[in-house]
T-cell receptor
Framework: DTGVSQDPRHKITKRGQNVTFRCDPI?????LYWYRQTLGQGPEFLTY????????KSRLLSDRFSAERPKGSFSTLEIQRTEQGDSAMYLC?????????????FGPGTRLTVL | AQSVTQLGSHVSVSEGALVLLRCNYS??????LFWYVQYPNQGLQLLLK??????LVKGINGFEAEFKKSETSFHLTKPSAHMSDAAEYFC?????????????FGTGTQLKVEL
């Protein structure tokens, strides 16, 4: 299967701990997106990369959140000093960009529970 | 700014009945509109998209949607519901230029299909 993969699928942590999630996009895709989905809501945009450059960050992405995409391949999303409000599903998506609209392919998500 | 509103957080239909899920959008530029489906503990799968070509868009699994500019609507329909259609459905809006094609989602509609 060559779809978008995310690791881990589930993460339970205690408040105040740091967590890191990984996303592996479809290999030829140069854009990578992170979204957050809380219970009963639709996904909300967090940030996106084109190759290794982080081009936009949402106001939802507080200073405790940092995302990287070294070498324009996989990406990591780190949350420092987790809070209970960070509990959510974190979704990664990837796409090509060629001037037309290209479909975003989503991974299965990482479900974070902060106790 | 762009947004979508999904009317009805829960919709219940009988197997074989018409499915109608409502979505209205707000956009200051010509929108691109999408419907995604999400099964439990899975990522999002694209059902169909409107990108300024034909206003009646056909998607996978027998779903279709019609873009109506005068009503700012993009409702999702399927003539005959199947048990396997039970899932959560999200309407989303984006634009081609600027904003990195990021998606803005509605709050979702949970579809229940009863025998």
């Amino acid at each position: 299967d060559t779809g978008v993969s995310q690791d881990p699928r589930h993460k339970i942590t205690k408040r105040g701990q740091n967590v890191t999630f990984r996303c592996d996009p479809i290999s030829e895709h140069n854009r990578l997106y992170w979204y957050r989905q809380t219970l009963g809501q639709g996904p909300e945009f967090l940030t996106y990369f084109q190759n290794e450059a982080q081009l936009e960050k949402s106001r939802l992405l507080s200073d405790r959140f940092s995302a990287e995409r070294p070498k324009g391949s996989f990406s990591t999303l780190e949350i420092q000093r987790t809070e209970q409000g960070d509990s959510a599903m974190y979704l990664c998506a990837s796409s090509l960009t060629d001037g037309s609209y290209n479909e975003q392919f989503f991974g299965p998500g990482t479900r974070l529970t902060v106790l | 700014a762009q947004s979508v509103t999904q009317l009805g957080s829960h919709v219940s239909v009988s197997e074989g009945a018409l499915v109608l899920l409502r979505c209205n959008y707000s956009s200051s530029v010509p929108p691109y509109l999408f419907w995604y489906v999400q099964y439990p503990n899975q990522g999002l799968q694209l059902l169909l998209k409107y990108t300024s070509a034909a206003t009646l868009v056909k998607g996978i699994n027998g779903f279709e949607a019609e873009f109506k500019k005068s009503e700012t609507s993009f409702h999702l329909t399927k003539p005959s519901a199947h048990m396997s259609d039970a899932a959560e459905y999200f309407c989303a809006v984006s634009r081609l230029t600027g904003g990195g094609n990021k998606l803005t989602f509605g709050t979702g509609t949970q579809l229940k299909v009863e025998l």
